[in-house]
């Protein structure tokens, strides 16, 4: 015990009084999780080095490829991160990507802290018969397609077989992609949406949008500011059926101790009592409210084959299973919905890596307040020294931005804490070492200068559309905008 | 509209929210939770904490980049009011805010940590902050249905929360004491509810 406070009191003493970096920390990542990391980490320690990497060239992760094109204030927050990015003390290095430019034990090796904020880059299945047909894509691959990501500036989604998409899962990326497609183009053409997208957009002839959840409006998962936003949009007709608006006692038990559920509620309520009789427009937008259906397989065209004709859904009820949780429970009772694209919006999930543990239940690397924890064999949990996480990759891919402020709190508590504990006794090469590793094995990197020409050379071309920015969506394009 | 007067939730509430109320509320939590004694920062990262943001804020601060901390001297053009920012340790600090100026801008001008990821857009509720006393809640006016929707999303929302960006200095408000939330002290470890995205 004397030993272990001399020891404490030493170290808390020496990481006082070091004036050059004595902490080298490398936060994998530079989406909200990753900068939050740094710019507490930064803030908390006046020894500390934080280098960001990331695998494409550009940062902010989903503030840029996620936040949709119509949310421009929600991308405000580059800001903050961009001054994170320019301080004297932090780097980052785009086009680096852990697990082929460079291992995460080398990394562990370099570094005294490596803080993995990765976020979630892969899709929740729904395991259904005709999953794999043509037309059903996932959200994100939506999502990432309109906002210009570079992996999928080839994506060709089918916007032109028919007027009608179905959209599973009624959460903010749900109505994000359903808002997308609705909107009137001319205001999606001010925004900074990928070219690509527009055009494609602007040929569509999707019309009407059905948003379909397995539960009912008391559980949608969507926020209300969202929820207006769409319920808003000019001669957009909302079509939801008054039965399912009807509450039991449990969905009031769920709204009083909830007060976003019951603003959400009320929202629907409203826009249920306003719907009007439609007119027989053909080119009406309609966005359809579905409630209480779950897929439970998806069907073929009999015209065009290997491609989506529609979803067969079963009709659900709720049960309860405690805690005020209700869960959807199939009736036996099927109906089918005809369209000719599906896009799931039922949740991300993260990718593990070589060396990392990984809970593939949960699609999370397994952690205590942010600090990896490995399982042994005999299901001890033993930590991983120096080996972190935050954001989705620690949580699940849920919360807002502003949730990793509060999950980057967390992580850097665990560090300091470790640090007090003596984890950066011995030097490491930090910076130093991996710029020596990326020149040796030819990796392109781009810093925060490079993503900054980038910007200004978006923003440019922007400037002549009447844009904010006009992206670069390719590698290429990216890269060689870097360089020069 | 949406019923959030304090009138409602009576003397429940006020309880609550006397200083003494709110503190004993924080450490009874802290104490209580498995692995309380974590969540509490040493004193040594506290003072560089202190320190590193203090730099940070001046040198990166869009604000105020060169402006010191308030002076008590009037200029005598612009009536200053006097807001007190508490945080989660409940150490209070008075400022002196003009006649005008939002509470974020006013944080922000004093080294206070509130965070203002979107810039007063009403597209976060990260400038989130807690009205201790229920009379000076009562004098500002409704929230909106914009600002009403981030405080839906609001860590540790309690009934008297209000954004930052989005109440102004009057002269009623003079001698408000305004809360920020603990991060650490609401993002429960167990049983930590996801919120959407």
Redesign the interface.
């Known amino acids: 015990m004397a030993r272990y406070l001399a020891r404490h009191l030493v170290s808390r003493y020496l990481s006082s009084s070091v004036s050059s970096p004595s902490l080298h920390v490398c936060v994998v990542g530079s989406g909200p999780a990753g900068f939050y990391t740094a710019e507490k980490l930064l803030k908390a320690h006046e020894g500390a080095r934080v280098d960001i990497i990331d695998r494409l060239p550009t940062p902010f992760g989903l503030v840029r490829s996620g936040v949709a094109p119509d949310h421009p204030e929600t991308k405000i927050v580059m800001n903050q991160f961009s001054r994170v990015a320019q301080h004297e003390r932090c780097s980052f290095y785009g086009n680096v990507k852990l697990g082929s430019d460079l291992s995460l034990s080398e990394l562990r090796d370099l570094y005294h802290v490596v803080v993995l904020a990765y976020g979630a880059e892969s899709d929740r299945d729904l395991g259904i018969p005709g999953e794999s047909l043509n037309g059903i894509h996932s959200a994100r691959e939506f999502v990432w397609w309109y906002n210009g990501h570079p992996d999928y500036s080839s994506f060709k989604p089918d916007l032109k077989s028919s007027d009608k998409a179905v959209i599973l899962g009624q959460g903010n990326v749900a109505l994000d992609v359903a808002r997308i497609l609705l909107r009137p183009t001319t205001e999606l053409a001010s925004t900074d949406i990928a070219r690509h997208a527009l055009s494609a957009l602007e040929e569509s002839s999707i019309r009407k949008v059905y948003l379909v959840g397995r539960r009912g409006p008391v559980q949608a998962a969507s926020t209300a500011k969202e929820l207006r936003e769409i319920l808003g949009i000019k001669n957009l007709h909302i079509r939801i059926k008054e039965t399912d608006l009807s509450v039991t006692p449990a969905d009031e038990e769920e709204m009083k101790n909830s007060r976003a559920r019951k603003r959400i509620y009320e929202l629907l309520s409203k826009a249920a009592a306003a719907a009007g009789t439609s007119k027989a427009d053909p080119d009406q937008r309609e966005l359809h409210f579905v409630f209480f259906r779950q897929p439970a397989r998806f069907l073929e065209s009999d015209e065009r084959r290997g491609h989506v004709s529609g979803v067969n859904l079963e009709k659900t009820i709720l049960e309860s299973v405690g805690s005020g949780k209700q869960i959807a429970v199939g009736t036996g009772e099927f109906e089918d919905l005809n369209c000719s694209m599906v896009l799931k919006a039922i949740g991300y999930k993260s990718v593990p890596i070589n060396g990392l543990p990984f809970d593939h239940k949960k699609g999370i690397v397994p952690n205590v307040r942010g600090r990896v924890v490995s399982d042994t064999s005999g299901g001890i949990s033993q930590t991983e020294p120096g080996l972190y996480v935050c954001g989705w990759l620690k949580r699940g891919p849920v919360g807002i931005i502003a949730t990793n402020l509060y999950c980057a709190e967390e992580t850097v508590g665990s560090i300091s804490e470790d640090i007090g504990e003596g984890i950066c006794e011995s030097a490491k090469a930090g910076s130093k070492g991996l710029l020596q590793l990326l020149e040796k094995r030819l990796v392109n990197r781009v810093d925060f200068r490079g993503w900054e020409k980038i910007d200004a050379k978006e923003i440019q071309l922007g400037s002549e559309r009447d844009k904010p920015r006009e992206k670069f969506v390719s590698w290429e394009d990216l890269l060689a905008a870097a360089a020069n | 509209m ?1 019923g959030y007067r304090i009138s409602r939730f009576g003397s429940a509430i006020v309880k609550q929210l006397t200083r003494e109320g709110y503190l004993s509320t924080y450490w009874t939590r802290t104490l209580q939770r498995p ?1 309380g004694h ?2 509490r ?2 004193p ?2 506290q003072r ?2 202190r ?3 203090q730099a ?1 804020f001046l040198k ?1 601060n ?1 604000f105020s980049a060169f402006s010191t901390t308030s002076s008590d001297k009037d200029d005598g053009e612009t009536e200053k009011i006097t807001i007190i920012f508490v945080d989660k340790d409940g150490e209070e600090t008075p400022v002196k805010v003009p006649i005008g100026m939002s509470v974020l801008e006013a944080a922000h001008e004093n080294d206070i940590d509130l ?1 203002g ?3 007063a ?6 400038c989130h902050v807690i009205v201790m006393d229920t009379e000076y809640y009562n004098k500002l006016e409704e929230p909106t ?2 600002e ?3 405080l ?2 609001a ?1 540790g ?1 309690t009934e008297t929360s209000r954004l930052g960006c989005q109440v102004i200095a009057r002269p009623e408000l003079d001698g408000v004491r305004l809360a920020i939330p603990s ?2 002290r ?2 429960a ?1 167990d049983g ?1 509810v ?4």
């Open positions: 949406f692995y974590y969540l920062s040493s040594m990262v560089q904490t320190t590193c943001q940070f990166n869009r965070e990821a979107c810039e857009s009403l597209a976060c509720s990260t249905d914009e009403n929707d981030m839906d999303l860590f929302l991060a650490t609401n993002f470890v930590f996801p919120k959407p995205h």
